[in-house]
């Protein structure tokens, strides 16, 4: 296992992503900006995420935790109430109930405005998300409520696209 985990990581390195999207905050978080990267993996996707700019709360004992999801639309626009409205709901395939949704990920763990998320899942391949949306959250997921864990307002968005090489 060690070898293939070796294996993998040395691929990101070397290799461009299968898919990949730019994010960006909405105009009330201009300065949240990064890049998801998504790379095949055993079957499934290894995911890539660096963000900057997230809100840092300056409170002692207050973690920035982040929701972030693949929905299922293909547009970051929306309107006055929900900048990212034409994201829509989490991109769901298998009609699952929440936490299971294939877009359910991880949440992202801010750190003096810089997140770092790296993780393998197999509930979908890079290829399945051109065209849809990810999203990152004001809140954590609660892992609970449904339809989608209580995670707050969308704060950042960004449209998947195919291979190729991306930079900011």
């Known amino acids: 296992m060690r ?5 993998l990581l040395e691929t990101i390195l070397v ?3 299968e898919a990949w999207t730019k994010i960006r905050g909405s105009s009330q978080y201009p300065d949240v900006h990064g890049q ?8 499934g996707s290894l995911t890539v995420a660096e963000l900057m700019g997230l809100p840092n709360p300056s409170r ?4 920035p935790i982040f929701g972030f999801h693949v929905h299922a639309g293909s547009q970051c626009t929306g309107n006055t109430n929900d900048p990212f409205a034409d994201a829509n709901g989490h991109f769901n395939p298998d009609d699952c109930l929440h936490p299971e949704h294939a877009g359910d990920l991880p949440p992202i763990f801010g750190a003096d ?11 979908f391949a ?40 991306p930079g900011f």
């Not at 954590?140 to 989608?148: A, L, Y």
């Open 60 to 63: 002692v004992c207050r973690q």
């Open 113 to 123: 405005g810089y997140g770092l998320g790296i993780f393998f899942t197999n509930r």
């Open 126 to 165: 890079p290829e399945e998300l051109i065209g849809r949306t990810l999203i990152l959250h004001g809140m954590p997921d609660d892992f609970t409520t449904q339809p989608s864990g209580n995670s707050g307002i969308k704060i950042a968005c960004g449209t998947i696209r195919g291979a190729g090489v």
């Open 15 to 17: 290799s461009s992503p």
């Open 3 to 7: 070898k293939k985990l070796r294996e």
């Open 36 to 43: 998801v990267s998504f790379y095949p993996a055993w079957g």
